[in-house]
């Protein structure tokens, strides 16, 4: 099995995670333990539980009111002024229009930041990580606005241990819940989020790599100060993520994925994390 994970050492961590599910976390990424191939990893991968953290989104999805909704129209084929259809032309195909920021999206440093990186500028190798999360419904009956703190998350490696180097961290607060039926989605009130002393001590002391929430922002300050700095910072974040309550708060991989267009500044992803 380590041989086959030394085949992905592009994806440090998830070269460690398989290795952990596998039953090895304690044998040296470096040394193999026994042979195998490709498909043996996959059986191993596929034996897994899966759960998807992504959103459906259509032209009905919740969105910012200065971005507006997506479109989603049938394409025309230019030679006869009407749309395609497996009737006529074999296929059928639509246009989508819509922001970057939509449904559940990656925002890259470029986002907020003109000298930041732009998506066709991440590696790789951010798409495979070890997944942390951090539960604050709990605090959320008392305080519905209640941000992440340092406190809380020392609680939590009191609990689970240290937050791993490299892992991408998760935020649950089951906004995600009432996603297409709540027409308050979109107030700054309630508002569960991060708090800047929080998301500053993740990448700073911790090393994470990324993070993701259920919310549209991160943080729900008047200069979204959270938000503001981490993709300053030269990070990136995953938004509208849903089923992070199917999810436990370590021991788990999270895939996410997206297009590469150049120069840009934001795109819907698909996201599902792999269970112990």
């Known amino acids: 099995m380590m041989t086959i994970l030394n085949q992905l050492c592009a994806s440090v961590w998830m070269l460690f995670l398989v290795i952990s599910m596998s039953g090895c976390a304690h044998q040296s990424a470096m040394t193999p333990r026994r042979s195998g191939t490709l498909a043996d990893a996959l059986e191993i991968l596929t034996a897994r539980r899966w759960v998807d953290l992504t ?50 999206h990656i925002d890259p440093p470029a986002h907020f930041s003109a000298q930041g990186k732009t998506l066709d500028q991440l590696s790789v190798t951010n798409m495979i990580l070890r997944l942390v999360v951090f539960d604050v419904t709990p605090h959320l009956r008392n305080d519905p606005d209640h941000a992440l703190t340092v406190s809380d998350i020392l609680d939590w490696e009191a609990l689970h241990g240290r937050v791993p180097r490299g892992s991408f961290a998760a935020l649950r607060t089951d906004m995600s819940r009432d996603w297409d039926s709540n027409p308050r989605r979109l107030q700054r009130s309630p508002f569960p989020g991060w708090s800047l ?21 991160t943080d729900s300050t008047e200069g979204l100060e959270s938000e503001s700095w981490l993709l300053r910072a030269g990070h990136w974040q995953i938004e509208a993520m849903t089923h992070l309550d199917q999810v436990p708060a370590t021991g788990t991989l999270i895939v996410v994925a997206w297009p590469k267009p150049e120069g840009g500044l934001g795109f819907p992803v698909r996201a599902f994390a792999i269970l112990p």
């Open 55 to 104: 959103h459906t989104f259509s032209p009905k999805t919740p969105v910012w009111s200065g971005f507006g909704p997506a479109v989603f129209v049938n394409t025309t084929n230019p030679a006869t002024g009407k749309p395609f259809s497996v009737e006529a032309d074999g296929f059928h195909t639509l246009s989508y229009s819509f922001v970057g920021q939509y449904g559940t």
């Open 197 to 217: 002393e929080a998301i500053r001590f993740l990448y700073e002391k911790r090393g994470i790599t990324g993070n993701g929430h259920e919310s549209l922002d």
